[in-house]
């Protein structure tokens, strides 16, 4: 008999979590976010055991909890994540009126190490933009696009899976960008960048006559879908290592290291802003702030 009530506070726990993770997903959390608090939350409960009630959860379970994701051998940036994740459910259930305090508050963060990501030399990113890619990159056409857009429209590795065939504007040498948060800018991109998208684009439509149904995604593998961050970043750093970058060098920061680079070697306004030459003069034009629509300016 005192096994139903526990099994009807681990239900209810499962489904407070459940709602809360609806209301993120209202609120147009990445679905990077919403899997990582999934997991966390799934780990929460796992340690609670059937005893889940997290009315009753003080700071002092929820430190034994952490205790118990090092002893599995997680990192601290993971358990960070996993109390992040807890402190966030308990503001929403507290918004909501389940509990009247935030136990997650009274845990200490645990301190991570800082560490400054190596940058590359600008011969090593000229290594990598100049000539052919390399052979060893099975589809050397969409490695150069992959490239190109990284480095010259300065985006996040998320945001360039994320570009549909139809975001391109041709007209005016600008990408519609979603970035966090579903928002949404314009990024120009330049001349070689277009090069490379037109010397991709048939091999691209090629792969695709033996699919079935349309596929929007700019960046395709070899059976026709849409590519992942994590591809991406195999790609950049299988091309990255045989044009002589070193192996530890975060695929999906690259382009922003080199942004900063480029930032840094020169005092120019446009080197400020990380603009890639061949596209600097169009900022001498007027033209309406992203995200709205830029003007055609033939």
Known sequence: ???APKSRATNSTNKSIAHFLDSLKRRNASPHTLTAYRKDLAHLVRFLGEDSDLRRIDHLRIRAFLSDLYTRGLSKTSVARSLAAVRSLY?????????????????ATPRLPKKLP??????????????????CAAFPERGRVIFELL?????????????NLDDIRWSNEAILIRGKGRKQ????????????????LPL???????????ERALLINA????????????????????????????PPRLSSHVLILRAASSTSPLHACAIPPSVAHKFHRDSPASPAEPRDHR
């Open 91 to 107: 503001r929403w259930l507290a918004r909501e009126g389940a509990v009247e305090q935030n136990p997650a508050a009274l845990v």
């Open 185 to 200: 800018r314009y990024v120009l991109f330049g001349d070689s960048a277009e090069a490379a998208l037109r010397d991709y």
């Open 223 to 250: 059976r026709g879908s849409r590519l992942t961050t994590r591809s991406v970043g195999r790609i950049v750093k299988k091309i990255s290592v045989a044009k002589g970058l070193s192996p530890n060098l975060p």
């Open 1 to 3: 008999m005192n096994c």
């Open 204 to 214: 691209r439509q090629a792969i695709l006559l033996n699919k079935k149904g349309p």
């Open 151 to 163: 480095y010259g429209c300065g985006i996040r590795n998320s945001e360039l899976i994320g570009i």
């Open 118 to 135: 190596r940058v590359p030399t600008i011969e090593e990113m000229s290594a990598v933009f100049d000539g052919r890619m390399p052979e």
